[in-house]
Nanobody
């Protein structure tokens, strides 16, 4: 599975961005999709995940209510809509595939459970 993330950029605080993650190879509609982010000098942290069907989503507490994860299985693409952006959201954002279909509490926020990763897209939020 190859993943291509795009949509990052520079935005002022309070602004919005929409990230996209296009997948090729594999069976996209069978996989959990996740978004993670990594700020300079920090670990790669969980942001959001969506089940294979798209019916269930999970979010890290600091982004819940501001970010929204979705997917279009017909287009093999996942999205991360980011609203009310804050400077602390500045990071490289990565999409990833977990070859399981359901969001399991023990898995979805753990980067080690994901099998394939995109190249990352930079999001910079200015104050």
């Amino acid at each position: 599975v190859q993943l291509q993330a795009c949509g990052g950029g520079l935005v002022q605080a309070g602004g919005s961005l929409r990230l996209s993650c296009a997948a090729s190879g594999g069976t996209f509609s069978s996989y959990v999709m996740g978004w993670f982010r990594q700020a300079p000098g920090k670990d790669r942290d969980f942001v959001a995940a969506i089940s294979a069907s798209g019916r269930r989503t999970e979010y890290e507490d600091s982004v819940r209510g501001r970010f929204s994860i979705s997917r279009d299985n017909a287009k093999s693409t996942a999205y991360l809509q980011m609203n009310s952006l804050m400077p602390e959201d500045t990071a490289v954002y990565y999409c990833a595939v977990d070859r399981s279909t359901s969001l399991l509490l023990s898995r979805y926020s753990n980067s080690k459970e994901y099998d394939y990763w995109g190249q990352g897209t930079q999001v910079t939020v200015s104050s």
